[in-house]
């Protein structure tokens, strides 16, 4: 197998805290994250606000800049990238919002949104376009009679359907969906699913998702990262962290997942507090919410590493 | 024994330049002390006006049409005016919203905010009032209360700012909490913990609650009974194992079918086709019918909401059928 298509190492994303006088803390919002996806594959991103799960997937586009760190995309360098290949690299991954209202211009109408990735590219000759674009929206789902309406006149969904059309124009290598469902009603929210699903088998294309919400990712991603304050906690086979989740973090979003099933009984969440932004200095970055049994000076004092045992990695100095 | 709230036949319209709307289209509910009824829909069903309608809350362009009924212990709250109503909200009714970021006042400390809501209920000093804020605050969850007293919204978390939404609600001891998504804005760790404060309050005050939430897993493990509208009509509602477990109306399986499981063997989401549809343009006939993968002839004929089991309505003329 050659390499994979996204190589991500050591990746650090830090902002500045904005304060009215001085200068503002350094936050950090990844902290030494690395990641690789294969083509065909799909990884998800999970966590909750804060993670930092946001951050990295821009970061890996291009949109913030990286404190330190290397990516590597089909086998080029993104970071050096410039001008021409940076435009080469950006049409290989596509992104595809949350908020598909703000995501699309308002005054360009769906036809033209989806026709843009073609002609700032060059894909396809403007005799052609009108025809490409509609079956770009026969293949979202989308009938092509919408390609003359503007995203006002559409739905939620309709509209998270012309961002994925967008990003499908340029066909690229990787599609990257941060939240794209969590702002659509359940019942949409399935057909958005299965139009994901349909792709990835269709186009054979690689994914990375970023959500919080662990049931949904299951049903896109074949493995899963999971993301604590900025860094990763836990990583591995979806359905193995699912069966077995080895983190502390990981088995109490897992526990506070509410599953539509009254026999589960009370969801109780196994959590000290809510989320403190607050990292500890050095320590284990969950040490203030963290119930495990054993925590103790330790998890306040060193930084878990992750370690790999039967293709399941965690971050925890005492494990399940 | 009186239920605690009875709702009947709740209809709110909106007048458009056009036409006019009935968003909230016949609604009737009970709500007994001590009980959690769960009003669950997606985004157009009617949920939110129908809350709103309780408190007299309606925004300017929408009303109440006659014949709409309320009633907190017989009496009947949508008739009431001024002092009396007043007397109402807040004190016996109090309502939690989703985005307790923007119910929060910026300027004042949350910790004035609990207790001026004492104050303007409870016949307290402001001394009292003040310990009474404190140890409210803390009874929601708050660590070190008397030290977040002194801190304004926006140096909380956004979990932190909906414990302090339910300390003010809880405020003046009310019989009824309405709490509209109370926690959709929330990371789902704290959403648990939010949910098992408001089950803990009405289990030990025997507050009755209305909870109304477009996810159903949420209110899976917590209400007694749910209650599932779409386009402004409840189409089933059963005690919350029984709706779940032998869901009747086709709307409600669908519901369930698109929603992703975590616990269990992979199953993938079978979408349901369609969109919830506008109320300016609700089919006649029933109004899940155009969506509906079991519709027959009769469904051109508006269904109305019948007994199927004990305690368990359904607006659907397959329930009909099959009884």
Redesign the interface.
């Known amino acids: 197998m050659s390499e994979p298509l996204l190589v991500v190492r050591g990746l650090s994303v830090e902002y500045r805290e904005r304060e009215l006088f001085g200068h503002g803390r350094r936050v950090p919002a990844v902290e030494d994250v690395s990641l690789e996806i294969c083509r065909g594959e799909t990884l998800a991103l999970v966590g ?2 804060g993670s930092g799960k946001s951050s990295l997937a821009q970061a890996i586009v291009r949109l913030v800049d990286v404190s330190a760190g290397e990516i590597r995309f089909a086998g080029d360098d993104v970071l050096a990238a410039r001008g021409e290949s940076l435009r080469r690299l950006r049409r290989g991954m596509q992104l595809v919002f949350q908020d598909s209202a703000t995501a699309l211009n308002p005054r360009m109408r769906v036809g033209d949104a989806v026709a843009e990735g073609l002609i700032i590219h060059q894909l396809v000759p403007p005799a052609e376009r009108a025809g490409r674009v509609a079956q770009l929206l026969e293949e979202v789902g989308l009938d092509q009679s919408l390609a003359s309406r503007y995203p006002r006149d559409l ?1 939620g ?1 309709q509209r998270q359907r012309v961002g994925i059309a967008r990003a499908l124009a340029v066909d690229p290598a990787l599609l990257i969906c941060d939240e794209p469902v969590s702002a659509l ?7 958005i ?2 139009l994901l ?1 349909g792709l990835q088998q269709r186009r054979g294309m690689a994914g990375l998702i970023i959500a ?5 990712v ?2 896109v991603a074949q493995r899963t990262m999971v993301m604590y304050l900025g860094r990763v906690v836990e990583s591995g086979p979806t ?1 193995a962290i ?1 069966a077995s989740p080895r983190h502390p973090y990981t088995q ?18 196994a ?1 000290r ?3 403190s ?1 607050a990292r500890p200095e050095g320590g284990c970055p969950f040490e203030p919410r963290c119930t495990h049994p054993r925590r103790d000076a330790r998890c306040r004092a060193e930084r878990p590493a992750l370690r790999e045992e039967g293709g399941v990695s965690s971050a925890c100095h005492y494990g399940p | 024994m009186t239920p605690l709230l009875e709702v009947r036949d709740l209809r709110v319209r909106i007048t458009l330049p056009a036409t006019t709307v009935t968003p909230v289209d016949g609604v009737s509910f009970s709500l007994n002390r001590g009980e959690m009824l769960a009003l669950v829909g997606e985004s157009g069903a009617g949920k939110s006006l129908t809350c709103l309608a309780l408190l007299q809350l309606l925004p300017a362009a929408a009303s109440l049409a006659a014949g709409s009924t309320a009633l907190l212990d017989g009496q009947d709250i949508l008739a009431l005016k001024g002092e009396a109503l007043r007397k109402i909200r807040g004190k016996r009714i109090a309502i939690v919203f989703q985005d307790a970021g923007a119910s929060l006042n910026p300027v004042l400390t949350v910790g004035d905010q609990v207790r001026e809501t004492v104050q303007a209920h409870l016949p307290v000093t402001r001394a009292e009032a003040e310990a009474r804020a404190i140890s409210l605050l803390g009874e929601m969850g708050l660590p070190e209360p008397a030290t977040q007293y002194e801190r304004y919204p926006h140096q909380l978390s956004g979990g932190m700012r909906q414990r302090v939404m339910l300390a003010i609600a809880l405020a003046a001891e009310p019989e009824l909490l309405i709490a509209d998504e109370p926690t959709s804005a929330l990371d789902v760790t704290v959403q648990a913990q939010i949910l098992a404060l408001i089950d803990r309050e009405r289990r030990t005050r025997g507050l009755g609650v209305l909870l109304v939430s477009h996810d159903l897993g949420v209110v899976a493990t917590r209400a007694d009974r749910v209650a599932v509208l779409y386009a402004g009509q409840i189409v089933e509602e059963a005690p919350t194992r029984e709706l779940f477990g032998a869901p009747s109306h086709p709307y409600t399986r669908g519901l369930l079918a698109a929603i992703p499981r975590l616990r269990g063997p992979f199953v993938a989401t079978s979408p349901m086709p369609g969109s919830v549809p506008d109320p300016a343009s609700w089919p006649s006939g029933c109004r899940f019918g155009p969506r509906c993968p079991e519709r027959f002839a009769r469904c051109d004929t508006t269904p109305e909401i019948t007994r199927h089991a004990p305690g368990h309505a359904v607006r659907c003329w397959l329930s009909e059928r099959a009884r």
């Open positions: 909750e606000s739905s969904g009603d359940v019942s949409i929210q399935a057909q699913l299965a699903r919080h919400d662990l049931a949904v299951r049903q359905e699912l109490a979003l897992i526990a506070s997942a509410p599953d539509p099933d009254p026999s589960l009984g009370e969801v109780t969440p959590l507090s809510d989320l932004t």
